[in-house]
Nanobody, 114 residues
Framework: VQLQASGGGLVQPGGSLRLSCVAS????????MGWYRQAPGEQRELIAT???????NYADHVKGRFTISRDNAKNTVYLQMNSLKPEDTADYYC?????????WGQGTQVTVSS
C-alpha cells in the first residue's frame, strides 16, 4: 500500500497551492480520504476529510479557504489551498480509511512565507 502525496512547496502569504495524494495497492474500498497537518512542535491535526460519496468535513480554521475533492476512480484526493497564511506552514499528510485499516502517506511540506 502506498499513498504518494505531492504539491507542497514555498508560497507567499495570500497564495495558493494544490496538494494531491494517490493511493495505490489498497486491498479494500476506501471509505474516507483526508488531509492532516503537523507543524513543528505541534500535534498532527485534521484539516479536511471526504467520503466516497462526496461528503466533506473541514477544520474551522480552514473553512472557506481550503477545498477537498476526490477522484474515486483514481483513488486520489486533492486539497486546494487558497489565501494561505504563515500559520498554515506544516507538513501535510494524506490518509485513506477503509472499513478495517487506515493508511498514511508521507508528508509534503508547505511553507508560507514572504
Amino acid at each position: 500500500v502506498q499513498l504518494q502525496a505531492s504539491g507542497g512547496g514555498l508560497v507567499q502569504p495570500g497564495g495558493s497551492l494544490r496538494l494531491s495524494c494517490v493511493a495505490s495497492g489498497v486491498p479494500f474500498n476506501i471509505n474516507v480520504m483526508g488531509w492532516y497537518r503537523q507543524a513543528p512542535g505541534e500535534q498532527r491535526e485534521l484539516i479536511a476529510t471526504i467520503t466516497s460519496g462526496g461528503y466533506t468535513n473541514y477544520a474551522d480554521h480552514v473553512k472557506g479557504r481550503f477545498t477537498i475533492s476526490r477522484d474515486n476512480a483514481k483513488n486520489t484526493v486533492y486539497l486546494q489551498m487558497n489565501s494561505l497564511k504563515p500559520e498554515d506552514t506544516a507538513d501535510y499528510y494524506c490518509k485513506a480509511e477503509t472499513s478495517w485499516y487506515s493508511y498514511w502517506g508521507q508528508g509534503t511540506q508547505v511553507t508560507v512565507s514572504s
